[in-house]
């Protein structure tokens, strides 16, 4: 009877036995560097079919947590991908390393220059060169006074006077409230805004 316990046991504890150990969890670190020791800013570091990883920071420096065998890819602007397989049974759960990144080589297209047949048809050409106008010269335009001024009689009033003027009409509404409004005939201001906005244009017929 004795035996027969051990062996139903161990049949049971068989399937245990036999599951594999599941990879040790470990806080990768390390620092991208150039065949020259110099860091690798911003490189991008990725598990391989999956979504983990992380990103160097201006010193070339990472660290994030992985798992022992876990593939590391590297991929930068400028240099060749490359990847790294974390070790397997390691003592302790945490691993760095110092990876070093390959220059990529980028080939451009062969540029052929023509020259001009003649001196003058050269001085010709580039003295009725007309280059587009920069960055520089375009904001120096648009910050001329004229522009300025043609831009602000064009605008709308923003939020803030559009808030002003209606709680100046709520006031001039509440102040008159219970009595006879005052009649503008009279008032030269008002005329002067009146005359103005003839002068502008403001009262023209629109087809």
């Known amino acids: 009877m004795r035996n027969l316990l051990i062996a139903a046991s161990l049949v049971a504890a068989a399937p245990v036995l036999a599951q594999p150990a599941k990879p040790g969890i470990v806080q990768f670190s390390g620092v991208v560097v150039t065949d020259s020791l110099a860091p690798v800013p ?5 598990v391989r079919n999956t979504y983990r990883g992380t990103m160097s920071d201006v010193f070339g420096y ?15 602007v400028g240099f060749t991908r490359s990847q790294y397989v974390i070790p397997t049974d390691l003592p302790e759960n945490k691993y760095s390393m110092i990876h070093v990144m390959s220059r990529d080589t980028v080939w451009l297209r062969t540029a052929v220059v023509y020259p001009w047949p003649s001196r003058e048809q050269f001085r010709e050409a580039f003295m009725n060169l007309d280059l ?6 375009i904001t120096m335009r648009n910050l001329s006074p004229a522009e300025l001024v043609q831009r602000m009689e064009s605008l709308p009033p923003d939020g803030l006077q559009s808030f002003q ?6 006031n001039t509404r509440l102040y008159y409230s219970g009595g006879t409004p005052p009649i503008n005939l009279f008032n030269p201001v008002a005329w002067a805004q009146f ?7 403001a ?3 629109k087809d």
Not at 42 to 46: A, D, K, P, Q, V
Not at 62 to 76: K, M, P, W, Y
Not at 132 to 137: K, L, M, S
Request: charged share 15%; glycine share 4%.
């Open 62 to 76: 990472f660290s994030f947590v992985a798992q022992e065998g876990d593939t590391i890819l590297f991929s930068a």
């Open 132 to 137: 587009p106008a920069d960055d520089h010269q």
């Open 203 to 205: 009262f023209k017929r």
């Open 165 to 170: 003027y209606q709680m100046a009409m709520d």
């Open 42 to 46: 911003f490189t991008n570091i990725m």
């Open 195 to 201: 005359i103005q906005a003839w002068q502008n244009g």
